[in-house]
Every structure is written in C-alpha cells, then in structure tokens.
C-alpha cells in the first residue's frame, strides 16, 4: 500500500500533528487518503492545546471521509501504554483485528497515512510492537523528533531500530520547528543530518484548521 507510518522518538513528540497535515495536504490536492493508528489511550484526559483526540483529528484531516471509529480498533482512557491500557481496561488486543482494521481503512484509497504509538518499540500487545506493525504493513517510515536537547540521541536510536527491521526511513520531521530557532536547534538539525543521511525536514507551529497548509510546506512526494 502506498503510504507513510508516521513514527516518532517518543510520545508527545508530534506524530498527530504530522500524521494529520500530511492528511491534510494530500486530500487537499484531491487524493483520497486514509488515515490509521492501532490504538489509542489516554481518552480521559484532555488534550493539550486544543488539539483533540488522534483518531478525530486525523479523520478530519481527511475531509471526514473516515469517521474516527474508522481510524482506529481501540479506544481506551487510560494515558498508558497501550499493552497496560489493554490489561487495565480488561479489552486484550488482538494483533489480526488491528492487522484487519488497517486493510479495512486503506480500502479504496490512494494512501494510508498510519500514525503509530508512542515510539517504535512499545508494545500495543506483549510481544508485538509498534515496529513489528509498521514491517507488517511494509511502510516507510517517517520519524518525528523534538528540536531541543536530546534529540540527536532519541532521533539515532529510533533510526537504528528502524533500519534494524528492515523499515526504510523516508525521512525525519522536527514538529514544531520554532520560528525564529536557537543555534542548538539548527545544529541538532543539522547533526541528525548528517549522521543519518536522510533528510530533516520542519513543520511549522499550526493549528487544527492549517493543516493542509503546513503539511504543503513537507517534501510529500520525496516520502510517499
Ligand atoms: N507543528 C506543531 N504546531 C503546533 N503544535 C504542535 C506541533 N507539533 C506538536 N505540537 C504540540 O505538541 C503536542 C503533542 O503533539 P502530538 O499530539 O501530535 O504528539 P504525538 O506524538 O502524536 O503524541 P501521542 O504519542 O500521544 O500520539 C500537540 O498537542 C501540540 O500542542
Ligand atoms: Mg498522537
């Protein structure tokens, strides 16, 4: 399947607001996309910023094509790990519903975009992970990081997990890349670079409703 599995080097790092711009874009160049993520907990809790829940935001990002109990299999409040969310929950994942929700969404569609869980290595089920998903869809990877202090490390690690799989990382995005960045963050650009050898690209800070507008300023057609 055409498409792109946004990762990133932890949660919170910016993978919906990627995921959901690049949705964005593309339907607004008139491709019909789907988006996807495996699960999604922490449903309790408001999001930061106005921003709403992953599977919401990504469905309306897709013009609201998908509704959001399309995006996604499993919902749950805790703001866990999805494996620990499952158990607390008493709802145990199953990787063949999460395997055939995903065919289900790209059904008909020019693109997936998936959004994964936290970073590469977390277990939505004991035993399969976020990775083991992403190779299972044979999907670039798209890694987003953070721009400050850390990142150099966090972004190398998630790169080599990837590369280690198999996966091919098509590119790495910094979300949100300030307008007027420090020194430390043009280097830490920079150094990832170059020790990488895979472009990084930066989305700016946006809102819910300039997605289309950001995700435009992505190299879309270098990754997907
Ligand atoms: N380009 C951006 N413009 C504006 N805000 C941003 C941008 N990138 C990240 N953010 C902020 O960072 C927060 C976390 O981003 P996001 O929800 O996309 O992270 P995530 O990696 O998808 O997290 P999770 O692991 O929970 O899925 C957002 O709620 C938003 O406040
Ligand atoms: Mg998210």
Known sequence: ??????????????????????????????????????????????PPGGWPPDHELLAAAGG????????????????VSPHYAAQLEGEPIDPRRIRAAAGSAARGADALVCEGVGGLLVPIALGYSVRDLAVELEMPALVVARSGLGTINHSLLTVEAARAAGLRVAGLVISPWPERPKPIEQSNRATVEELTR???????????????????????????
């Not at 609201?64 to 703001?79: H, K, L, M, N």
């Open 64 to 79: 609201g094509r998908q509704a959001p109990s399309e995006v996604t299999p499993y919902t749950f409040g805790r703001p």
């Open 1 to 46: 399947m055409r498409g792109i599995f946004v990762t990133g080097t932890d949660t919170g790092v910016g993978k919906s607001v990627v995921a959901a711009a690049i949705c964005a874009a593309l339907t607004g160049r008139g491709e019909t996309v789907a988006a996807f993520k495996p699960v999604v907990t922490g449903l309790d809790e408001t």
């Open 198 to 224: 895979i472009r990084v690209s930066c989305l700016p800070p946006t809102t819910p409703s300039e997605l289309a507008s950001a995700g435009d300023t992505l190299p879309l057609e270098e990754w997907i």
